[in-house]
């Protein structure tokens, strides 16, 4: 997913976080909510071209971050 991410406009950054539950999720923060929009819609077809019978994608959302300090 990340140079997927990576060629489309405004992207800022991307992670991948190992859940309690053993499942995984992804975050990635764009520098608007359309862009955002944008990746989730690539995201979803990316997925499910290439991983289909390994992964399922179960929801997306966009929100704002209420405070992220980068490096």
Same mark, same amino acid.
């Given at each position: 997913?990340?140079?997927?991410?990576? +060629?489309?406009? =405004?992207?800022?950054?991307?992670?991948?976080?190992?859940?309690?539950?053993?499942?995984? +999720?992804?975050?990635?923060?764009?520098?608007?909510? +359309?862009?955002?929009?944008?990746?989730? +819609?690539?995201?979803?077809?990316?997925?499910?071209?290439?991983?289909?019978?390994?992964?399922?994608?179960?929801?997306?959302?966009? =929100?704002?971050?209420?405070?992220?300090?980068?490096?």
């Amino acid at each position: 997913m990340l140079p997927i991410f990576q +060629a489309q406009p =405004g992207f800022v950054r991307y992670g991948l976080i190992l859940l309690d539950d053993g499942s995984v +999720a992804s975050v990635s923060v764009w520098e608007t909510r +359309a862009e955002a929009e944008a990746a989730n +819609a690539s995201a979803a077809s990316w997925v499910a071209e290439n991983l289909r019978d390994r992964v399922e994608l179960q929801t997306t959302h966009v =929100g704002d971050f209420f405070f992220d300090e980068g490096i």
